[in-house]
């Protein structure tokens, strides 16, 4: 067996053994694989420099990336080993040395250099959308070690580990039950059907709401005469949908959720919506994460974390979710099925 170290043996049992002989191939090999860590470590230092300057040009800081010229300099000029390379063998000690300092020392050179940036060259906001995305993926779904361990990822940090503790407590102190899926999934539903129509027909938000109520509703009926002026599309708006002021239904509760399905057409609509259900809580769950970063960072250059005890419309868990995606799905096949209908095709 060779033996590859840069001394001989001196052990009692085995005799000293002889360097081995270093071809052409095996140089090149080790200066491909120099040059290949160069170029990794060039594309990675770029990154951070692009990052790092919104962060100072936000924060109205003077420093340049100039600053950072002379490590940015280590990339300039590739290690080389000639073709007429010397081989190593037995006796060339210093040979091997130094063709062996010669792919390493800039290396060695780029690592110290590189561990002495600063960890502000990466964006502050980046950091936080990555503690945060980590979180939202991770929290209901994976043991306390396993976030211990995410939280261990910031320890170079002390403010990204604190607004991880902190957040990660907002969460654990928060809850939604299964009336407040209900009660999200059908007011999205109230917003995605009007703004569809809306769309559709050109219509003003008004309008489209009023349509919604000539749509699933008899506005005819004696009983609704009897309540409302059925002349007055302000009072018809306001007592038939949730979410007003004067509304029947101050929310999305299990009464007006029946009664809405009572209508055949109301039902044909629900299930174009829950075929666009993914779209749609994605797109209001991503508005939530920006204006909660944007607020976690002004919290983090203020150092006002305690604040994130108080926020309110916070972004939803992905375990919260996929809840909320299969309470949708469950309302309308518990429905026809009370009513003894066939089950509806959707996602």
């Not at 607004?163 to 654990?172: G, I």
Request: overall charge positive; aromatic content about 8%; proline content about 3%.
């Amino acid at each position: 067996m060779l033996n590859y170290s840069l001394q001989p043996s001196m052990g009692t049992i085995w005799p000293p053994q002889a360097y081995p002989l270093l071809d052409q191939d095996m140089l090149l090999m080790l200066q491909l694989q120099a040059q290949h860590r160069q170029q990794l470590e060039k594309t990675y230092f770029t990154a951070l420099m692009k990052n790092n300057q919104r962060l100072w040009n936000s924060q109205g800081l003077k420093q340049q990336l100039g600053a950072y010229k002379g490590p940015a300099d280590l990339f300039q000029q590739p290690l080389t080993i000639s073709r007429e390379s010397s081989l190593v063998g037995v006796g060339n000690e210093s040979q091997f040395n130094a063709t062996h300092q010669a792919l390493t020392y800039k290396t060695l050179e780029q690592d110290t250099k590189l561990r002495a940036l600063p960890r502000e060259v990466s964006s502050l906001r980046t950091q936080i959308l990555d503690l945060l995305s980590s979180i939202l993926k991770n929290h209901k779904k994976v043991s306390k070690d396993e976030l211990l361990r995410l939280r261990c990822q910031y320890s170079y940090s002390p403010l990204l580990q604190t607004m991880f503790d902190l957040v990660l407590q907002k969460y654990s102190s928060s809850s939604k039950c299964r009336e407040d899926m209900m009660r999200f999934v059908f007011r999205k539903a109230i917003s995605y059907l009007r703004d569809s129509l809306r769309e559709k027909d050109k219509l003003s938000a008004k309008a489209a709401s009023l349509a919604l109520c000539q749509r699933y509703f008899n506005l005819n009926s004696q009983d609704l005469a009897q309540q409302i002026d059925i002349q007055d599309e302000d009072q018809i708006l306001a007592f038939l949908l949730p979410y007003k002021k004067n509304s029947r239904n101050k929310t999305a509760n299990s009464s007006f959720i029946t009664e809405m399905f009572t209508s055949e057409v109301f039902q044909q609509d629900y299930v174009a919506y829950l075929e666009n259900l993914d779209q749609i809580l994605n797109d209001d769950n991503q508005k939530k994460i920006e204006k909660f970063v944007d607020f976690l960072e002004e919290c983090a250059t203020r150092n006002t974390l305690q604040k994130v005890k108080n926020y309110k419309r916070l972004p939803w868990l992905d375990a919260w979710l996929e809840s909320t995606k299969s309470i949708a799905n469950e309302l309308l096949n518990t429905t026809l099925l009370k009513k003894g209908v066939k089950k509806l095709k959707h996602v």
